[in-house]
């Protein structure tokens, strides 16, 4: 399916990433390319959230984990696998939230790529997070 960021009160300027149910199905999820570094986008809606009103953390940690591969894979469709995922949870967020996150690539190898991310509510960081990603190569 395809997913328009109008329709959660994202800029166009944010498209939506084909191929994965299971981010659509927490999501949908969006993204843009700022040069080499993605800006990714999630407005929180009700099912999103835990027991306490706030996002739960296994969604935060599943956008920030979309975050980190954009940002492994440049916004290119180069498949990439996540081989470890750290996050520290700073802040909560709420249904009608708009999360931003914005990544940065440390490191690109052959085969892996060193990432780190950051989401925000408005101006204050949530989460950050940091990720080392396989490249997959054709088997071509």
Same mark, same amino acid.
């Given at each position: 399916?395809?997913?328009?960021?109008?329709?959660?009160?994202?800029?166009?300027?944010?498209?939506?990433?084909?191929?994965?149910?299971?981010?659509?199905?927490?999501?949908?999820?969006?993204?843009?390319?700022?040069?080499?570094?993605?800006?990714?986008?999630?407005?929180?809606?009700?099912? %999103?959230?835990?027991?306490?009103?706030?996002?739960?953390? /296994?969604? $935060?940690?599943?956008?920030?984990?979309? !975050? @980190?591969?954009? *940002?492994?894979?440049?916004?290119?469709?180069?498949?990439?696998?996540?081989?470890?995922? %750290?996050?520290?949870?700073?802040?909560?967020?709420?249904? /009608?939230? $708009?999360?931003?996150?914005?990544?940065? !690539? @440390?490191?690109? *190898?052959?085969?892996?790529?060193?990432?780190?991310?950051?989401?925000?509510?408005?101006?204050?960081?949530?989460?950050?997070?940091?990720?080392?990603?396989?490249?997959?190569?054709?088997?071509?």
């Amino acid at each position: 399916m395809n997913y328009s960021a109008s329709d959660y009160g994202i800029p166009e300027s944010y498209r939506h990433w084909r191929g994965d149910k299971a981010e659509d199905y927490i999501g949908p999820f969006f993204y843009y390319m700022d040069g080499e570094h993605p800006r990714t986008a999630f407005k929180v809606q009700e099912h %999103n959230c835990n027991a306490h009103q706030s996002v739960h953390g /296994g969604v $935060l940690m599943a956008f920030a984990d979309y !975050t @980190l591969c954009l *940002g492994a894979n440049g916004g290119s469709s180069e498949s990439v696998a996540t081989v470890s995922c %750290n996050n520290e949870f700073i802040f909560p967020a709420y249904e /009608g939230d $708009l999360v931003l996150g914005e990544a940065e !690539t @440390l490191r690109r *190898g052959k085969s892996i790529v060193f990432v780190r991310c950051a989401l925000k509510v408005k101006d204050r960081v949530i989460l950050t997070g940091s990720g080392v990603i396989k490249r997959i190569q054709s088997r071509t």
